[in-house]
């Protein structure tokens, strides 16, 4: 039995609803049984049982917990060696990599110097990969280019504030970097809590941009350095962000979106839109203010 998101449970699935947000996918949901409070429960289907609780990200981080119990801090991977380079005959590696088990690397893929990759992470065809990298629970797509210093696949930044000591929320998905991405260097990619982690086809990271747990990029987007995503925020296909701007969580930013450097995005975004501003308005408004 696995916890998986409303949208992706199976009939062996455990669930969790803890947002009107999510009304869709809790009414569609095939999970067994979900984690949720009184008034959401009714919107769930009479085929899923309901745990009603008070609080229910604290008891899903306790349920994670007991069925991933080492989700919760980026413990060493304690199967790492140096590459076996008959097994990795076309692909070329620098000084001090080291890999963990059942590390799958596509052919004419360049590893750089002080790279950690660890178990079961899948590197595709002709990437580029620059050194001083740590990447673990990722699956990377073909041509894809990761510049120095970026950290791929590690826990999210989540926890359920106590009185004494804070409840950890373990992180139990990936991160899914598709074909002909290119992330410059110093970017931060967490791993999914529960959900995956996505970038689309085609898309361009600059340097330090933060990608929170669970938030999808879709294809043929451009976003500029400093540039922060909240966690589960969705951005949709040819979007193009300007330089430290920042997109809060669980929001929804439509395609062929453009949204201006330093910009604060506090809601969702339809298609097409030109957006500028803390909090973010229309473009044609923002210099409407700004001439005043």
């Not at 990608?211 to 589960?232: E, L, R, T, W």
Request: net charge positive.
């Amino acid at each position: 039995m696995n916890i998986r998101t409303l949208e992706k449970s199976t009939k062996k699935d455990i669930s969790f609803f803890d947002s009107i947000k999510y009304k869709k996918d809790a009414e569609k949901t095939k999970a067994i049984c979900c984690i949720t409070n009184d008034k959401l429960s009714k919107f769930l289907p009479q085929s899923c049982e309901k745990i009603v609780v008070t609080n229910v990200l604290f008891e899903l981080a306790k349920t994670l917990k007991i069925l991933y119990p080492l989700a919760d801090i980026d413990y060493l991977d304690p199967n790492l060696k140096k590459p076996n380079i008959s097994k990795f005959s076309k692909v070329k590696f620098g000084n001090n990599v080291l890999l963990g088990k059942n590390v799958k690397i596509g052919k004419n893929t360049q590893i750089g110097n002080n790279v950690v990759i660890e178990t079961n992470v899948i590197i595709g065809n002709n990437c580029t990969l620059g050194s001083n990298l740590h990447v673990k629970n990722t699956i990377i797509g073909d041509n894809v280019v990761i510049q120095s210093g970026c950290n791929i696949g590690l826990k999210g930044f989540g926890f359920i504030p106590l009185k004494n000591k804070n409840l950890k929320m373990p992180h139990i998905g990936k991160v899914v970097i598709n074909d002909n991405v290119e992330i410059a260097s110093g970017c931060t990619i967490d791993r999914g809590s529960v959900d995956d982690t996505i970038i689309g086809k085609n898309t361009y990271l600059d340097n330090q941009v933060h990608v929170a747990h669970n938030v999808k990029i879709g294809d043929n987007c451009m976003i500029a350095g400093q540039v922060g995503f909240a966690g589960s925020s969705t951005i949709g296909n040819n979007v193009s962000i300007g330089g430290q701007a920042g997109v809060s969580g669980h929001l929804k930013v439509g395609n062929n979106v453009k949204i201006g450097g330093g910009s604060g995005v506090i809601k969702n975004i339809e298609d097409n839109a030109i957006v500028m501003g803390y909090p973010a308005i229309p473009f044609k408004d923002f210099i409407k203010n700004w001439k005043k």
